[in-house]
């Protein structure tokens, strides 16, 4: 189900470990893997704390995206903060990221003439079905599809609660991908449906002292409380690369909703 639709701002890659990330006239996303040529692309965790912690966890953390609206806001605070400043991926403008629920699903640019109504929305299960909890990695994955190696980390890692739901959303959407690749036969090949760069949500950024770093008091702003006392994280969400291709500014974004009862982001 299609909820809403919004545009690329800014995208944004590097190679090396840095806080920032430089803008680019287009990255390139790699299915299962992150975004072409940025250092934290890879099956596994590639974010430093999360690596000394434990290696052998999943990378759900490939591409991260930032409403540029967040930007408008600290700056209104007097914070000066451009696209990629938080280390994000993608930047983008129109869409509530915060508030789309976990399993989301992000399609990049303009859909083909005659192209499918895509690998996820409405039919990919319920948020409360399946699951890897267990180490079990369940009979949703699509054979042969590159996210299949970071559930296969997620089945054999030790999760906690929120990072073992955000590979569940990623496993339903798997799921999908492989309903729609058995309804087109067995000459169909991989790329079934719709065609654009897609990711899936899978959490929030759980911001960190190295924000006081870049901008002294900056991390108070991304980082709080709600009345009930509940943690508030503002610095943008956590995906993974469901479909591979070129992400550049100005594409539009579609957002589709998955199937209900949804689930609130959580941080991974």
């Known amino acids: 189900m299609s909820a809403e639709q919004g545009t690329v701002a800014a995208v944004s890659r590097n190679d090396a470990y840095t806080f920032t990330k430089p803008n680019r006239d287009e990255i390139v996303l790699v299915a299962g893997l992150g975004v072409e040529g940025d250092i934290h692309a890879g099956v596994n965790v590639r974010h430093r704390s999360r690596v000394r912690a434990d290696p052998a966890q999943p990378n759900l953390r490939q591409v991260h995206l930032i409403h540029a609206e967040l930007f408008e806001e600290v700056a209104g605070k007097g914070y000066e903060v451009p696209a990629g400043g938080l280390g994000e991926n993608v930047t983008t403008s129109g869409i509530d990221l915060l508030g789309l629920p976990r399993g989301t699903v992000l399609r990049f640019g303009r859909p083909a003439p005659g192209a499918g109504t895509g690998m996820g929305g409405a039919g990919t299960g319920s948020e409360s079905g399946g699951g890897l909890e267990g180490g079990d990695a369940g009979p949703g994955l699509a054979a042969g599809h590159p996210v299949e190696a ?119």
């Not at 959303?169 to 036969?185: I, K, L, N, T």
Request: proline letters at 8%; hydrophobic letters at 40%; one cysteine or more.
């Open 150 to 268: 970071v559930l296969a980390a997620a089945a054999s890692a030790s999760l906690d609660g929120p990072t073992s739901r955000a590979a569940d959303a990623v496993q339903r959407e798997m799921a999908a991908v492989q309903r729609e690749r058995a309804a087109a036969g067995p000459g169909a090949g991989a790329e079934v449906g719709d065609g654009r760069p897609a990711v899936v949500l899978a959490g929030l950024r759980n911001p960190c002292a190295q924000i006081n770093g870049y901008r002294s008091g900056l991390l108070k702003e991304v980082l709080g409380q709600d009345e009930r006392g509940n943690v508030v994280r503002k610095a943008g969400v956590m995906a993974v690369v469901l479909r591979g291709g070129p992400v550049r500014p100005g594409d539009p974004v579609t957002v589709e909703l998955p199937p209900g009862p949804h689930g609130a982001l959580e941080r991974v």
